[in-house]
């Protein structure tokens, strides 16, 4: 594997759904209402995708000094543990995608005032504690809080503000759907990794409360879901197209029949890929609909 394409495999491709889906929503919501600046756009989703790579690339470092990462893991290869980049570069790697997260914060902070500036440092901040420091979110059971509020909210509303200059209720109705599909990727993840989990001393949900309460968590956050866009029609009074985007949702029947009864962890390695996948249709069919 090239250098290019390891860094690639290590910012989890498959997973940066989860950062593009405020950032879309968000945009177009405020293309509906009106407005829209490319190079906005262009800072926001180039900062938001930084913060995501950069959780990824230090949560691979951490979890590694941490020893969440052992060679009997169910997940995919991790490229520090599995020895194909060294501590330093993995290192360098994450904060170099923070610096430009910070960057971009800065130079959105022209747009939208000192708010951003402050907003943008929380969420670099939380995402390096996500696995980092003394009390990392992870460990104690407080990454799932962390993804439904910055990859949800925090993510869509200031998007749309920085687009517009004015908060929404609609946004913040819509705001849901992106951090409550991110909660359910990262519900498959730990409760594959629940065994390794409970070596580490990470206390995921799933290992405080156990496999069943992880695979109803997971189930709740796809039922959830699929109302947002019915809830967001209901508030606007418009926008009926938007309901497409929870007919999406039924395709993952499948996938909680099949967390309710698999055997070998290793086979939700699919499973949270299809449910990352889910994703894509539904951020499209639901940014449709707001222009609909």
Not at 86 to 106: E, Q, R
Not at 265 to 277: D, G, V
Request: proline letters at 4%.
């Amino acid at each position: 594997m090239s250098s290019a394409k390891l860094w690639i495999y290590a910012a989890r491709p498959k997973t940066l759904t989860i950062g593009l889906a405020p950032i879309l929503i968000g945009t177009s919501l405020a293309i509906q209402a009106g407005s829209f600046n490319l190079l906005v756009f262009f800072w926001t989703l180039l900062g938001a995708l930084m913060i995501q790579v950069g959780t990824n690339y230090s949560n691979d470092y951490f979890d590694y000094l941490k020893g969440a990462d052992k060679e009997s893991r169910k997940g995919t290869m991790k490229v520090l543990q599995s020895g194909l980049v060294s501590k330093k570069a993995m290192k360098t790697a994450f904060i170099l995608c923070f610096s430009i997260a910070a960057i971009a914060s800065i130079i959105l902070t022209m747009r939208g005032g000192v708010i951003l500036l402050v907003v943008g440092s929380i969420c670099i901040l939380f995402s390096l504690l996500y696995t980092a420091g003394p009390m990392p979110l992870a460990y104690l059971g407080l990454g799932d809080v962390f993804v439904l509020v910055f990859y949800g909210p925090v993510a869509t509303i200031f998007t749309f503000y920085l687009q517009t200059l004015h908060f929404d209720a609609a946004a913040f109705i819509a705001s849901f759907a992106p951090g409550l599909l991110g909660v359910a990727v990262i519900t498959v993840n730990n409760l594959r990794d629940i065994a390794e989990d409970k070596l580490a001393s990470k206390k995921t949900l799933p290992v405080r409360f156990g496999k069943k309460f992880a695979k109803i968590h997971y189930t709740v956050m796809i039922i959830a879901t699929f109302f947002i866009p019915i809830l967001y029609v209901f508030y606007t009074g418009a926008h009926y197209f938007c309901i497409l985007a929870s007919l999406v949702m039924l395709f993952a029947v499948p996938l909680i029949k099949h967390i309710f009864t698999y055997n070998d962890p290793k086979t939700l390695n699919a499973t949270l890929a299809s449910t990352a996948k889910l994703i894509v249709p539904y951020t499209l069919l639901f940014c449709l609909g707001a222009f609909i």
